[in-house]
């Protein structure tokens, strides 16, 4: 099967295709299809944001679509910053100023009740008349990866909160671990693990 990954975010691209290589999909991105219009992102769920991203860039390219919608969730900030997680400090930010916003707005919550989730929701949507989409739903998958907050940005492997993201029982930050270590634990791995045994049921 081909699949359009319906994201521009290079390290995400990076990441989907290194966890999918053993499954039986070729994978295109945005950068083959340079005319595919942005999509606004302006769901209150991730698969509300997921399913919209898919439909949107199947329908253009006339082919599947896979499109994936993340982000972090604070207990401590009622699930803040949520489907806001890459545009937390505002709508022209990076990585650093989200992770600066992050940590100031917690600075004093304990260590002890630092908990936090990152959640992914992945959707594929198929073109108009695919038999998999004849009651007009997308296909959609979700993974969490429960952990903690850290104090301070530790690693600099992985990207968005990662280097203050500590996965249950470890000592280490998502951007501390190799890449193997990291897909094993994460939430979009865990999303990808379910898009497979759907996959495998539909040969």
């Given at each position: 099967?081909?699949?359009?990954?319906?994201?521009?975010?290079?390290?995400?691209?990076?990441?989907?295709?290194?966890?999918?290589?053993?499954?039986?999909i070729?994978?295109?991105?945005?950068?083959?299809?340079?005319?595919?219009?942005?999509?606004?992102?302006?769901?209150?769920?991730?698969?509300?944001?997921?399913?919209?991203?898919?439909?949107?860039?199947?329908?253009h390219?006339?082919?599947?679509?896979?499109?994936?919608?993340?982000?972090?969730?604070?207990?401590?900030?009622?699930?803040e910053p949520?489907?806001?997680?890459?545009?937390?400090?505002?709508?022209?930010?990076?990585?650093?100023?989200?992770?600066?916003?992050?940590?100031?707005?917690?600075?004093?919550?304990?260590?002890?009740?630092?908990?936090?989730?990152?959640?992914?929701?992945?959707?594929?949507?198929?073109?108009?008349?695919?038999?998999?989409?004849?009651?007009?739903?997308?296909?959609?998958?979700?993974?969490?990866?429960?952990?903690?907050?850290?104090?301070?940005?530790?690693?600099?492997?992985?990207?968005?909160?990662?280097?203050?993201?500590?996965?249950?029982?470890?000592?280490?930050?998502?951007?501390?671990?190799?890449?193997?270590?990291?897909?094993?634990?994460?939430?979009?791995?865990?999303?990808?693990?379910?898009?497979h045994?759907?996959?495998?049921?539909?040969?």
């Amino acid at each position: 099967m081909n699949i359009v990954l319906a994201t521009r975010n290079k390290k995400k691209v990076e990441e989907i295709k290194r966890i999918v290589k053993d499954m039986p999909i070729s994978v295109y991105s945005l950068d083959d299809f340079p005319d595919c219009p942005e999509v606004i992102e302006d769901g209150k769920t991730f698969e509300e944001n997921a399913v919209k991203k898919a439909r949107a860039v199947s329908s253009h390219t006339n082919m599947p679509a896979l499109a994936d919608d993340s982000g972090l969730e604070v207990y401590a900030l009622n699930g803040e910053p949520g489907v806001l997680s890459a545009r937390y400090a505002g709508e022209n930010t990076d990585d650093r100023k989200n992770l600066e916003k992050l940590l100031n707005e917690i600075r004093s919550v304990p260590d002890g009740k630092r908990g936090a989730r990152f959640a992914c929701c992945i959707a594929l949507a198929f073109p108009a008349g695919d038999l998999a989409l004849r009651d007009g739903k997308a296909e959609t998958f979700t993974g969490y990866s429960e952990g903690s907050i850290g104090r301070e940005p530790k690693g600099s492997n992985g990207f968005g909160y990662d280097p203050v993201f500590y996965p249950a029982g470890c000592k280490r930050t998502f951007a501390e671990m190799d890449d193997e270590e990291k897909d094993s634990l994460s939430h979009r791995g865990a999303a990808l693990k379910k898009l497979h045994e759907y996959l495998k049921g539909r040969k």
